[in-house]
């Protein structure tokens, strides 16, 4: 029984920013080789975003870049340069899935296309997301996720009534399509162990992330209706909401489905039954809906006296739904995060010791785990290419001295 799920997979991984690089994360937490193709001429966006250790920027100081290419190896090519394809197409052979989450058009501009790398390597998988997908009229539409949270709806519910809309936290889709990403190669690696024969997968970010406006769409098909903007409100819960508790910026998310869990919220922010919460109008689900506004605002009042876990211990003990509202510095003090040892803290050249949230699911007979700090700039290229690829000393000098390897 191999250590590892993925353990003999070997990933050559062309994928940068997001999606891609969290995609490939994940096989590399199980077993899989991966190794990342960069260029020092056009170094990775994220070895440029902050937050950096101790708040100097560094090619190699990215707390972001180093969270999400944990345990992967990484080499140099300067892709422009005319010996690299023959170079990339050695590689090539070497792997069982390429990875790619550049514009449609790139790797083929390269001559790096599917059809070039099965023409070397007929069993190799490919894997390519955009944000389109191949094809059509917009397959070459650049950007970022935030552009794509908008060409997929998501921005057009998110927001309140009398506000501009707003992005969902970050670059969201890229944090949606990666576990179908994984999914979908999986796939792709068992049909290739059953028959020998590679593919294709070409993965539209936008067709991917729709699914999660699913419930909006079917209602404007069938009930002709838009869902606007609508804050934390939900159509049927009430309240529905985050709430300030003692400290400075502290809250808590609290929910009711029902006249019961209405009637538990009361009894433990009003036991004595004699405020506003205890008003007539709040009696039922449609008086509660009828000024939420009202609402929350006397909600607030109560929850203000209250340290935020007590109070979510308090009325999680009664049956309502309640969570504490946790910060970054929260997450690494969570209990059950802890527990489950969700966070592994690599010690990186240059940054140091670091966390990277490691995978959420935990395979009993073959664990996955996170080994390796993410890789500086070009940090394997020597022993990727000539202990893994097989490069003699001679080519690999003449490649380096070619100024192949920049």
């Known amino acids: 029984m191999p250590a590892t799920a ?22 590399a937490e ?25 708040g100097v920027a560094g090619i190699n100081r990215s707390a972001y870049f180093a969270n999400m290419n944990s345990s992967k190896y990484g080499v140099t090519i300067s892709m422009r340069h005319p010996r690299a394809r023959e170079l990339v197409l050695r590689m090539a052979r070497w792997a069982d899935v390429v990875t790619e989450n550049f514009t449609p058009g790139t790797m083929e501009g390269w001559g790096l296309g599917y059809e070039e790398l099965a023409a070397v390597n007929p069993a190799v998988i490919m894997f390519s997301t955009s944000m389109m997908g191949r094809g059509g009229p917009l397959d070459k539409q650049p950007g970022f996720g935030p552009v794509l949270s908008s060409l997929v709806g998501l921005t057009g519910i998110t927001g309140w009534p009398d506000r501009e809309p707003l992005n969902p936290y970050g670059a969201y889709t890229d944090f949606i399509v990666p576990r179908f990403a994984v999914a979908s190669i999986l796939a792709a690696v068992d049909y290739r162990r059953r028959t020998g024969k590679g593919l ?25 209706r838009e869902q606007g ?41 009003d036991p004595s039954g004699q405020g506003e919460m205890f008003d007539q109008r709040f ?28 109070l979510m211990e308090a009325l999680q003990g009664v049956g309502v739904p309640a969570g504490v509202v946790n910060d970054p510095r929260d997450l690494f003090e969570d209990p059950q995060l802890l527990h489950r040892e969700h966070f592994a803290y690599l010690d990186h050249p240059e ?56």
């Open 229 to 269: 903007l609508k804050g934390n409100r939900h159509p049927a819960m009430a309240p529905h909401g985050a709430y300030p508790c003692l400290g400075d910026d502290r809250w808590i998310a609290i929910a009711c489905r029902d006249d019961r869990e209405w009637g538990s919220l009361r009894s433990v922010l």
């Open 200 to 224: 294709h997968l070409d993965m539209s970010q936008l067709e991917t992330s729709i699914h999660f406006s699913a419930p909006f769409m079917l209602d404007r098909a069938v009930n002709g």
């Open 30 to 54: 199980y077993g899989a080789t991966v190794v990342r193709v960069e260029s020092g001429g056009r170094p990775e966006v994220l070895r440029r975003a902050a937050p950096y250790k101790d």
């Open 283 to 310: 009696t039922s689900l449609l008086g509660r809906k009828s000024d939420e506004d009202e609402l929350d605002r006397v909600i607030g009042e109560h929850t203000r006296a209250w340290d935020r876990r007590e």
């Open 6 to 27: 993925l353990e003999g997979l070997k990933v050559l991984d062309f994928c940068w920013v997001a999606v891609g690089p969290m995609t490939t994360k994940y096989l």
């Open 351 to 406: 940054i140091g010791p670091y966390a990277s949230d490691q995978t959420e699911a935990h395979l009993s007979r073959t664990p996955g785990g996170l080994d390796r700090p993410s890789p500086l700039l070009g940090e394997h290229t020597e022993h990727v290419l000539t202990d893994m690829i097989g490069l003699s000393p001679e080519e690999y000098r003449s490649l380096k001295e070619d100024g192949v390897l920049e």
